[in-house]
């Protein structure tokens, strides 16, 4: 695993971002952890996910994109962050586009979008804090390939579950890519968290033991993607 997937699962920790115990998911599933990106609040926190982001899309999807696109509203601050962080770190200028939930109907920038206004012939990430179901990605996508003629290089989530999606078979970020035709990726996953994590010390304690490592593969055993 690289250095950056480490220090990013510790991050995910200490931020308070991921956390372990017994969860009632939207789905009515109970699940032994739970990630909610919007912990990151300061702007120490909000410099370093962009970072991660950066690194995580320039190992997988490389550096031939002009924008980055996040889903309303976690999204909204994911894509600028990325954005700053791909410019600092590769020296490359890529624009932020969202969505906005409702259509500005006013204004030189009316519409359904908010910042950079796609074009065609632009190459396109997208970036989200973790896909459940692609529900988001479902709404989104539309919009996007409605407003020019694109290109979606690739799709980047923070954190990749690994649990069934709607068909029942794969892990939902795998529907996206079966669905829509462009690949998706992660800067980890749920196998790459407990490795790392089982037994070891982040802030002074042991993040995963024995009875949570236990309680971890039981609901794999029973919500774990097959494919």
Known sequence: MEDYKREFIDFMV??????????????????????????????YQLKKLGEFYARAIHDNFGDDFDVLFGPAYKGIPLSVVTAVAFHDLYGKEVKYCSDRKEAKDHGADKGNLLGYQLADGDRVV??????????????????????ADIEVVGLMVSLNRMEVGREGVKAAIDEVSDRYGFPTASIVNMREVTEHLYNREVAGRVVIDDELKAAIDAYYETYGAKA
Not at 14 to 24: A, Q, R, Y
Request: no cysteine.
């Open 14 to 43: 200490e931020s308070n971002v991921l956390k372990f115990g017994e969860f009632t998911l939207k789905s009515g599933r109970k699940s032994p952890f739970f990630m909610n990106a919007g912990a990151y609040v300061t702007g």
């Open 126 to 147: 997208m970036v989200e804090d973790v896909t459940t179901s692609g529900k988001s990605i479902d709404e989104t996508y539309p919009i996007i390939t409605g407003q």
